[in-house]
Nanobody
Framework: QVHLVESGGGSVQAGGSLRLSCAAS????MAWFRQAPGKEREGVAV???????YYTDSVKGRFTISQDNAKNTLYLQMDSLKPEDTAMYYC????????????????????WGQGTQVTVSS
């Protein structure tokens, strides 16, 4: 099982930016999820097995996912942050191939990081 460590969270004002990183112990395909208090964990951004990126509707045009395969590191650039982006952000690793927006489904992921908190104030 791959080990994942997130970093880069913090507190920012609305309109600000943060860049999250997730370092993996080995090469794997990963995705970003988030969970706000009292809400279900939701898929935020993913790179599928074709290398195509998908985002949940609420972050399209503001967040960018990327992966540095040489460093086994996943990134999430978050711009124009809104208070509703406040949540614990997790990276997760999946086993096997996945194509399309269905790759945002959390049931596909077997390894999870400990999370990094993002707080956006208005």
């Amino acid at each position: 099982q791959v080990h994942l460590v997130e970093s880069g969270g913090g507190s920012v004002q609305a309109g600000g930016s943060l860049r999250l990183s997730c370092a993996a112990s080995a090469y794997t395909r990963m995705a970003w999820f988030r969970q706000a208090p009292g809400k279900e964990r939701e898929g935020v951004a993913v790179i599928d097995s074709w290398g195509t990126t998908y985002y949940t509707d609420s972050v399209k045009g503001r967040f960018t996912i990327s992966q540095d395969n040489a460093k086994n590191t996943l990134y999430l650039q978050m711009d124009s942050l809104k208070p509703e982006d406040t949540a614990m952000y997790y990276c997760a690793a999946r086993i096997g191939q996945c194509y399309g927006p269905a790759c945002l489904g959390r049931n596909l992921y077997s390894s999870w990081g400990q999370g990094t908190q993002v707080t956006v104030s208005s």
